[in-house]
DNA sequence: AAATGTATAGACCGGTCGGTATAGATCGCG
DNA sequence: CGCGATCTATACCGACCGGTCTATACATTT
């Protein structure tokens, strides 16, 4: 493709030259990462739809055109986490062709890659998103609750089946398998917190596998 | 003691009548108390100082006669939460009458109720004020996060005292005891973060026993 | 009684918050 | 070309933010 560099350049034009050089897709989406980002490294509070804006290169008209609250921004940054998280740790971790035991403490580590990397971005452990929306929001917004809980409730059901499958392989004994996963999910997320209060972490790397070692008992009848 | 109602109250003698009428302590320490009830039930990022005061019936002049900034206030709050949860979950829970094992699930049931109760009064489970606290400013405050840290060792400390004894008495086998107490107490604070996702505490009287099922390993040497 | 320290009250500060209004630029389409 | 839809830019809004300042009331010390 070539652009005449004679011609003034259109808002099109400068929009495909953005995507060519830059990989920025469309002005929606590049909000939507931006504000993503600063969520995660600070928190949800703390950024403003201005920090965003002047981040993101975006003035607020356009951002308000495409966002018609920062709550709606806040459940579409939940959403898209929810994604990628599970098209990439959650996709390289739970592949049926592990273990079902091995898939938990594969997916400890990329949990773990994941919070060094953006330790040694960003110089904090940022935790989860998903935690982070709930600790600090939960209380005051129950749209991002709800959202957030689903956001959970869809990456723990991966868990779910690897346990169900460590107990049809008999690497689990008998056990409630969705509560187990539950419980085993709230480790994981709890370890990320504790992580985060020390800034430090190995603390999933040496406490995360003891995921493999939580067991809820089935309910008596 | 007798007040003569005959003469010009001076301050000290409301300030005494005050006391013993509504049990209301010092100024200082009711606004500790205001302060910890709201950012415990909304959180430390949306209350303002001006909201505090409004609710403790305190004008500002004298919030900041007391404490010289927000942060300050807010590491005042969690020592005030540790000295508190250390005087009345932990210890209720954590007496060595009882064996090891029983103690956690003592201090399971412990949370269990005072997290209930909470939904009762204020319609939202709140979650750990110290799990709070570092989900919401770890990475943006590190006095905040640092002091938060502190807290949560100071419980975790209780708990490694009883994984210690469960060890010895052989209702754990060996393993490395300091890395399973904090385990558990991130476990712990992984499902208070669930319920507080759902907004039901009933998940931590069916996922809370299974912490006495963690253990990590001792390091192979 | 004077002086000093402690406590309280509230007006006030610059800055930021989420959100709106309005005007203009650019688009696809007829 | 012209028209309506889409998108961008920015000034602006009232509310609130953490924090300061000044004035005053009272207690304590001398």
Redesign the pocket.
Known sequence: MIISINK??????R?IIMRAMTNIP???QHILDTAATLFHTQSY???????I?KEA??????????F??????GVAVLEQFREKINATLVAKAFSSQYPPMERLLRFVHELYQFQKDQVDQHGHLPGCPFGNIVMEQATQDDVLRTKADGCIRSIANHLRTAVTDAVQSGELPPLDESATAEAMFGYLEGIQLMAKARNDPELIRTLGPAVTSIRVPRPIQ
């Open positions: 003034r350049l259109t808002y099109t034009d929009s469309d002005t929606k509070g703390d950024v403003g739809i201005a920090t804006c290169g975006v003035s607020k008209g356009s951002f308000f055109h495409f018609p609250s920062k709550q709606d921004l």
